[in-house]
């Protein structure tokens, strides 16, 4: 059964620093893995996902998440921290047989100025 | 292009009444799926369609109820309102099983 667990459930950093949110996954099969953001009182909107094409994948924001198999991680990097990146992160994995999606409990990120 | 709909953003129910949160896509989508989101639990879901007529439940089904007509819409149905469905509902659809999913706003749910 495909799982998720994110470590972290806040992370602070200064604007300017790096972001690094982490997410391991667990599947019996090649995973789809996706990273949404939520932004207070919003709904959730697409980060990035992995589809097996790539291992580094680049998504909208100036965020990327490299996927390794070996630690059966998916790490969310952003190489320097904006006030607005102030938001909760998921990381998610797909179910297969359903299509839905198994979420992380998620990531607090705050961004201190 | 509107995606994907929820009303209402707000509720505030008394325990025991019913009510019926609406969502509706516009994207054509064949999936559309319910979630449940309590605060540091991340999202849960509760029932899912992958076309009109077909449903099926999810991890936390009981105390809800759905239905498929169109392929438009998948509205949520609580019949019994408890303090423990107290939490903000997420309508979502995709196009198939491996597309990304789009997300409605959400709908705030207080049962007192």
């Known amino acids: 059964a495909q799982s998720v667990t994110q470590l972290g459930s806040h992370v602070s950093v200064s604007e300017g620093a790096l972001v690094l949110l982490r997410c391991n996954y667990s599947?019996?099969?090649?995973?789809?893995l996706f990273w949404y953001v939520q932004y207070p009182n919003q709904g959730l909107q697409l980060l990035l996902k992995y589809t097996s094409a790539a291992t580094l994948v680049k998504g909208i924001n100036g965020f990327e998440a490299e996927f390794k198999k070996s630690e059966t991680s998916f790490h969310l990097t952003k190489p320097s921290a904006h006030m607005s990146d102030a938001a909760e992160y998921f990381c998610a994995v797909r179910r297969g047989s359903q299509g839905n999606l198994i979420f992380g409990k998620g990531t607090k990120l705050s961004v201190k100025p | 292009n509107a995606g994907v709909t929820q009303t209402p953003k707000f509720r505030i129910l008394k325990i025991g009444q019913s009510m019926t949160l609406q969502c509706t896509q516009d994207m054509n989508h064949n999936y559309m799926y319910w979630y449940r989101q309590d605060p540091g639990m991340g999202l849960k879901l509760i029932y899912y369609?992958?076309?009109?007529?077909?449903?099926d439940k999810g991890e936390v089904p009981n105390g809800y109820n759905v239905s498929r007509s169109t392929t438009e819409d998948f509205p949520l149905r609580l019949e019994l309102a408890a303090p423990s469905q107290t939490s903000v509902y997420f309508c979502?659809?995709?196009?198939?099983?491996?597309?990304?999913?789009?997300f409605g706003q959400g709908t705030r749910l207080t049962v007192v």
């Open positions: 599947s019996s099969v090649p995973p789809y």
């Open positions: 369609s992958v076309g009109a007529g077909i449903t």
């Open positions: 979502a659809s995709s196009r198939d099983r491996e597309a990304e999913a789009f």
